[in-house]
């Protein structure tokens, strides 16, 4: 097998994760099923993977970085949205959209597994800690562009606002998630909007 075709394999098995995994939990997985998803050995499994818990780091970092990767094409959108604040606004509505389109089923394999891997394996909880900081980073330098331009509120502690912004939304995604309806996303939209605003 050629370097190429093995990487490959390699994306397959964490692509075909990713659906069953958000479907069924991570414990609720066997690596069988996965492996029958995508028609590969067990050995090709242990091959990339040491065991399941390092199998569940590389798919946590596997998704994080698509998702960071949404993240950074939206917000480094200064060319066609220069307006900092208006940016954020867009890039949530945007999420908002894809709520929808998903019918408020979860989406996200970061805010799925926060709670169910966290208390008893550090190693994909570091992931999960690092994959929040990392947005949570992305946020406060718009934060910061606005600040400067003079389109988002300069009384803020940009650090601050991009920690509440980041969980106030994660918290209304888990709960339209539980309650399947989209609601909660569209106040916390809503209180993002305001929270941000400049003074008039």
Known sequence: MTQSASNDTKERILDAAVGIVLEKGFSGVGINEILKAVNVPKGSFYHWFASKEQFGVELLKYFGAKALGYTR????????????????????????????????????????LTAEVSSWSPPMREVVASSYEEGVALLRQVIEEGQRQGS?????????????????????????????????LREALQFIKGYLAPDA
């Not at 009384?155 to 888990?174: F, P």
């Open 73 to 112: 094409k939206w917000l480094n959108k200064t060319d066609s949205l220069p307006n900092a604040y208006e940016r954020l606004i867009a890039f949530y509505e945007a999420k908002l959209s894809m709520t929808l389109e998903q019918d408020c089923q979860q989406g996200c394999l970061i805010s799925k």
């Open 152 to 184: 988002i509120r300069k009384t803020l502690d940009a650090n601050q606002a991009a920690n509440v912004i980041h969980d106030s939304w994660l918290g209304a995604y888990l709960r339209s998630t539980a309650g399947h309806q989209v609601q909660p």
